[in-house]
């Protein structure tokens, strides 16, 4: 299972931390992703960070101002979010697929989480 939390609403240039922890999988041999999805849209990769060296993507909306990182300790992944825009308002979810290289493709990632609703206001 993964569970996402820390989503809200927050002011546009505001930051807000999500967190997704997992269980019932062995977190390090899993490269782990960030997705949103807006209304009307399609699911969007934004980041993923990989499972053998923690080498990190990002989306191009997201780059610099988002950071996503993970403690295999706690078999828990975060995406620190900064700068927060109205078009950044979606439902984020995190993902979790088997092996070492990263992907934003929703096809390629076989666990979700529920998701986690981020209103940014402007």
């Known amino acids: 299972d993964l569970v996402e939390s820390g989503g809200g609403l927050v002011q546009a240039g505001g930051s807000l931390r999500l967190s997704c922890v997992a269980s019932?999988?062995?977190?390090?041999?899993?490269?782990m992703g960030w997705f949103r999805q807006a209304p009307g849209k399609e699911r969007e990769g934004i980041s993923s960070?990989?499972?053998?060296?923690?080498?990190?993507v990002y989306a191009d909306s997201v780059k610099g101002r988002f950071t996503i990182s993970r403690d295999t300790a706690k078999n828990t992944m975060y995406l620190q979010m900064g700068d927060l825009r109205s078009e950044d308002t979606a439902v984020y979810y995190c993902?979790?697929?088997?092996?070492?290289?990263?992907?934003?493709?929703?096809?390629?990632?076989?666990?979700w989480g529920q998701g986690t609703q981020v209103t940014v206001s402007s």
């Open positions: 993902a979790a697929k088997r092996g070492i290289s990263s992907s934003e493709d929703p096809k390629n990632y076989a666990y």
């Open positions: 960070i990989n499972s053998d060296d923690d080498a990190t």
């Open positions: 019932g999988l062995p977190f390090k041999d899993y490269v």
